[in-house]
């Protein structure tokens, strides 16, 4: 598996108690796109313990909550955030939300159909590449054997028709370079 | 010249036998450990949910291994309980208390005892697991106002793959309650 460029990355968990008063608090943000246009920034609010609300706001619009339903369905906890590739970067989360799973989202901007794509995941494990296809974006999460099927990898592949990813088992990763997202590091603020 | 020779001693050790080679079928009862999770959903079970659903979603998420612990989550025992879930459990059984839902402040009450709880070796004892797995299950039940849909929650994803697998498990387990191989099928 060739190795594209690592970017620093951020990992968010952390309680900071003295947010609750101040309000929404931004994270992190990453450079989209492979012009560099387009921006996604992390944002938190309302923390209890070490959990906290998490929200996305895209090119600078008004914040949304990461996940559509309550509140509770966007309160995370050991989040890691990170911007990954070298000619085109993705936006990756995975943390443990309402689900019994580590869920996670991957979001990339893509330039040269115009679109955003958003890949939602929910597995045992945290993801392990991404892949920037012409076609759209994919994510493979390596399977730990404990799961719906015995298949080595899980690959999260964007459906431009569908709008949304779809999952798939495989004993193969996806044939495209793979960008590696690396281990996350706890460094609160950093802005990518 | 004649040589002579003289017999120092003589072997009487018996030869060892020509291997046996031949495949033997040997039966385990893997069933028993089957029969053990039954019983321990039948008294720990704090759902509406069926028995027998429940037993095939214990073998998704551990393969009944009470040990069972992913790389990166803090999933634990055998219904793979994270933090968080044992949070919610917690969050949910203070919500029916009070009649709403609790203030940040018993929020974070019920969310460190929940920690705490899921810290300790409690937490990969089976029945104790059952029970909060079950729990857990049934708040996403009264969220969702179906099985399906409840499934579709824990699972974090829609496609509804997860409810399908353990259904059609729970389905064939009912006619034939002690077998392995219906599990083991639910995951090939």
Redesign the interface.
């Known amino acids: 598996m060739k190795l594209a460029a690592l970017i620093p990355s951020v990992g968010i968990g952390l309680f900071c108690a003295s947010q609750a008063a101040i309000g929404m608090e931004a994270i992190t943000h990453c450079t989209l796109g492979s012009d560099g246009r387009h921006t996604l920034a992390l944002l938190r609010d309302h923390p209890i313990d070490s959990t906290a609300v998490y929200y996305l706001s895209k090119d600078g619009a008004t914040p949304v909550r990461l996940y559509p339903g309550d509140e509770d369905q966007s309160r995370g906890d050991e989040v890691q955030a990170t911007c990954v590739g070298s000619r085109e970067r993705a936006f990756v989360l995975s943390g443990e939300f309402a689900s019994d799973f580590l869920q996670g989202i991957a979001v990339r901007f893509n330039t040269m159909a115009n679109r955003w794509e958003r890949i939602d995941f929910a597995e045992r494990t945290r993801p392990a590449s991404v892949y920037f296809g012409s076609n759209g974006l994919a994510v493979l999460i390596p399977n730990t054997g404990r799961n719906e099927s015995p298949e080595r990898y899980i690959i999260y592949r964007y459906d431009a028709r569908a709008g949304r990813a779809e999952q798939t088992y495989s004993n193969r990763p996806p044939k495209l370079r793979a960008t590696r997202i690396p281990e996350y590091k706890v460094q609160p603020g950093n802005k990518q | 010249m004649s040589a002579t020779h003289k017999v120092i001693k003589k072997q009487t050790a018996k030869l060892t036998p020509k291997s046996d080679t031949t495949p033997v079928t040997v039966h385990v009862d893997d069933s028993a450990r089957l029969r053990e999770v039954r019983r321990l959903v039948r008294a720990n079970n704090r759902s509406t949910l069926d028995e027998n659903l429940v037993i095939c979603q214990i073998y ?4 009944f291994d009470s040990n ?1 612990a ?6 634990k025992g055998l219904m ?6 044992v ?2 459990v917690y969050k949910y059984r203070a919500q029916r208390a009070l009649g709403h839902m609790p203030s ?1 402040a018993q ?2 009450l019920v ?2 005892e929940a ?1 705490t709880v899921h810290a300790s070796p409690q937490l990969i004892d089976d029945a104790t697991n059952i029970q909060l797995g079950t729990e ?1 299950m049934q708040y996403w039940i009264d969220k969702a106002h179906s099985v399906d849909g409840a499934y579709k ?5 829609s ?1 509804g ?2 409810y399908q ?1 353990i259904k059609a498990c729970a389905d064939m387990l009912r006619a034939d309650p002690d077998s392995m191989q219906l599990l083991r099928d639910m ?2």
């Open positions: 998704m998420e551990s393969r069972a992913p790389g990166g989550s803090t999933a793979q309980m994270t933090k968080g879930a949070q919610q940040d929020t974070h969310f460190a920690a857990y929650l824990y699972r974090g994803l496609n793959i997860y697998k995951v090939k």
